[in-house]
């Protein structure tokens, strides 16, 4: 493995490929920051154009793309409510209060820094991982996915801490969503009212798109003001928001850790992804925070916790890619995909006979890393200056990218409605005080429950004991009964220490 090192490394002393690299970052961030595109579609339309190109500098351009994507997704959910990609979300939850507040400089200088901390933690850990990833990949089965989707949906839930009923209920509906559409192992239509559009099921992007953006527009066209609600006279920007920034990463250094560390772990698994892996970080640091009741106003923490998992689990998803050929989130199959076009054949013998295709990739992610925060970084101080534009402007601007953002995909004008209708459909649930996180990656979740479910009782031959006899899947769901049961037994405990002390003071 190490052999390669070397190897992969000479191609960066040409000017070429650094060339590769810095344009992998602009496509990267052109895709991530237009609402509804990502790390897929920018992967996705560059392959073609690299088949003549040798494999090595291939890498360095799809891992440009790769490493870029998130962070610049991140400024969206920062600036205008608006996740740029799917696991940008949880940005929202802190970094759109913190710009409410006046604030942006201050929340993209942490997300970009909170990037490259995750992704140098996490290529760390990759290195010291490959040799032994086999066995930690054969261990998850559809059995383990299903707990670990069931945790991450019980995270989501939990997050909406004024009311995890209604949290439940969102994502339960976004389940009843996501079961639309042909199901194969029943060989039946679900829920598609005979419109032959819907036997695919709702396509994620638009849907996704509806979700926070289509709010986000109405809420705009609604106001007059600007998004930092106060405009110039709220508005704090400069160099010292930006170094205040980046020294709220380093005083948050055990954040960035714990949420890396998870991420890993969770990019390692195939077919969970970072939505799930954004999340329960955040409900982790949630749950380890001393004062938890600022999660959701602009908390750093929880802004942090976000960026630093969604670029570490970039770096665990791939490597069940180039180790064993299994993909470890869709972006990856579109790379798994890109090697095999080049002639290569992901998995153990990928290791052996071209490691400098692995060393490739590691060294371009993290010179794609060093590049993109360089950029985002050295430009938080003009893009905060986006929440004292007058929010009637915004608002159009968003709506234009968004319908541009849903078309794209599919070129299917059918897609458009989706995003409309899937948008009121979320405007009415936040106007009733229903958490649109929990709705929106419930959708993301529902499907990927679903085909862990059914792949497990299939193995087991119809038996239910397949979810609780695997050490690993007991362990998980042990996990899950805790979480869900802690807050019903921290209320009580408080009740008794409180009559306790107020005994001991008479």
Same mark, same amino acid.
């Given at each position: 493995m190490?052999?390669? =090192?070397?190897?992969?490394?000479?191609?960066?002393?040409?000017?070429?490929?650094?060339?590769?690299?810095?344009?992998?970052?602009?496509?990267?961030?052109?895709?991530?920051?237009? $609402?509804?595109?990502?790390?897929?579609?920018? =992967?996705?339309?560059?392959? $073609?154009?690299?088949?003549f190109l040798p494999p090595v500098h291939a890498m360095y351009l799809y891992a440009g793309i790769m490493g870029s994507v998130g962070g610049a997704g991140a400024v969206t959910a920062i600036l205008i409510n608006t996740p740029g990609t799917a696991p940008n979300v949880t940005a929202t939850l802190d970094g759109y209060p913190m710009s409410l507040r006046g604030e942006a400089v201050r929340a993209i200088s942490m997300s970009t820094i909170a990037g490259i901390a995750g992704v140098c933690f996490g290529l760390v850990v990759f290195i010291l991982l490959l040799p032994l990833?086999?066995?930690?990949?054969?261990?998850?089965?559809?059995?383990?996915?299903?707990?670990?989707?069931?945790?991450?949906?019980?995270?989501?839930?939990?997050?909406?801490?004024?009311?995890? =009923?209604?949290?439940?209920?969102?994502?339960?509906?976004?389940?009843?969503?996501?079961?639309?559409?042909?199901?194969?192992?029943?060989?039946?239509?679900?829920?598609?009212?005979?419109?032959?559009?819907?036997?695919?099921?709702? $396509?994620?992007?638009?849907?996704?798109?509806?979700?926070?953006?289509?709010?986000?527009?109405?809420?705009?066209?609604?106001?007059?003001?600007?998004?930092?609600?106060?405009?110039?006279?709220?508005?704090?920007?400069?160099?010292?928001?930006?170094?205040?920034?980046?020294?709220?990463?380093?005083?948050?250094?055990?954040?960035?850790?714990?949420?890396?560390?998870?991420?890993?772990?969770?990019?390692?698994?195939?077919?969970?992804?970072?939505?799930?892996?954004?999340?329960?970080?955040?409900?982790?640091?949630?749950?380890?925070?001393?004062?938890?009741?600022?999660?959701?106003?602009?908390?750093?923490?929880?802004?942090?916790?976000?960026?630093a998992t969604i670029h570490a689990d970039v770096v665990g998803d791939l490597l069940p890619t180039v180790a064993f050929g299994v993909p470890g989130s869709v972006q990856m199959a579109v790379l798994l995909g890109a090697l095999i076009l080049h002639g290569l054949e992901p998995g153990p013998l990928l290791l052996t006979k071209h490691p400098e295709i692995v060393w490739a990739l590691i060294f371009g992610l993290a010179l794609s890393q060093v590049v993109s925060t360089a950029m985002l970084f050295g430009s938080a101080r003009w893009l905060g200056k986006i929440t004292v534009v007058p929010v009637p402007y915004v608002g159009p601007a968003l709506a234009v990218l968004t319908s541009v953002g849903a078309f794209a995909v599919r070129g299917n004008v059918w897609d458009v409605m989706v995003m409309l209708v899937g948008g009121m459909v979320a405007w009415g649930l936040r106007r009733h005080g229903f958490p649109l996180a929990s709705f929106g990656i419930g959708f993301v979740l529902g499907e990927i429950l679903e085909d862990s479910f059914h792949q497990s009782l299939m193995i087991a031959y119809g038996s239910y004991g397949i979810f609780f006899n695997r050490p690993i899947a007991l362990i998980l769901f042990l996990l899950l009964v805790v979480t869900m049961l802690t807050p019903m037994l921290r209320g009580p405990w408080r009740r008794v220490a409180a009559a306790s002390k107020w005994k001991e003071g008479e």
């Open positions: 190490f052999e390669g =090192l070397l190897a992969g490394l000479e191609p960066l002393a040409g000017a070429d490929v650094i060339g590769y690299v810095f344009l992998g970052n602009l496509i990267g961030v052109l895709f991530g920051i237009i $609402p509804g595109l990502g790390g897929v579609q920018a =992967l996705t339309v560059v392959l $073609p154009f690299t088949f990833v086999r066995a930690l990949v054969l261990a998850f089965g559809p059995p383990e996915i299903f707990w670990t989707v069931m945790f991450g949906v019980v995270c989501l839930a939990m997050a909406s801490r004024d009311n995890v =009923l209604k949290g439940f209920a969102a994502a339960g509906l976004a389940f009843l969503l996501a079961f639309i559409g042909y199901s194969e192992l029943f060989d039946v239509p679900r829920f598609t009212m005979g419109i032959e559009y819907l036997w695919e099921g709702l $396509p994620l992007v638009p849907f996704f798109l509806g979700v926070f953006a289509v709010p986000q527009v109405i809420d705009y066209l609604s106001r007059r003001d600007t998004i930092a609600r106060g405009g110039e006279k709220l508005y704090l920007g400069g160099w010292e928001q930006m170094v205040r920034g980046a020294t709220d990463v380093a005083r948050h250094m055990k954040t960035v850790i714990r949420s890396s560390t998870i991420g890993m772990i969770v990019g390692i698994i195939p077919g969970v992804g970072g939505v799930t892996a954004a999340f329960a970080a955040y409900m982790a640091e949630v749950r380890a925070s001393k004062d938890p009741s600022g999660f959701g106003k602009g908390e750093p923490a929880g802004l942090i916790a976000s960026d």
